[in-house]
């Protein structure tokens, strides 16, 4: 239901644009979010949007270099990622959920991941 892909190699300081394409289930009174995984690490909150009202909202580590946004026509969310930095190196998931949570067990549906590196 929910498939992100955009993950690649960028180097430091470079942007990258991550999409999550929905399917087969209307999601207009969800919140859609980013969220991040390193090996051995816990699912780290990036972004949220409302799907019906656009209301965004971002971690502190990445507010002012990522933007999250919808297009409600062709049923896509995108996170574009400005001014990379190492740390950001990490499994990108979007997802789903009802309500307005940076915690990822508040999500119902995640799509598969994609992976994104910032080299050095």
């Known amino acids: 239901q929910l498939q992100a892909s955009g993950g690649g190699l960028v180097q430091a300081g470079g942007s990258q644009r991550l999409s999550c394409a929905l399917s087969?289930?209307?999601?207009?009174?969800?919140?859609m979010g980013w969220f991040r995984q390193t090996p051995g690490k816990e699912r780290e909150f990036v972004a949220r949007?409302?799907?019906?009202?656009?209301?965004?909202y971002y971690a502190n580590s990445v507010k002012g270099r990522f933007t999250i946004s919808r297009d409600n026509a062709k049923n896509m969310v995108y996170l574009q990622m400005n001014s990379l930095k190492a740390e950001d190196t990490a499994v990108y998931f979007c997802?789903?959920?009802?309500?307005?949570?940076?915690?990822?067990?508040?999500?119902?549906?995640w799509g598969q991941g994609t992976q994104v590196t910032v080299s050095s």
């Open positions: 997802a789903a959920g009802p309500g307005p949570s940076t915690r990822a067990n508040q999500y119902d549906y």
């Open positions: 087969e289930r209307t999601f207009s009174r969800y919140y």
């Open positions: 949007i409302g799907w019906y009202s656009g209301s965004t």
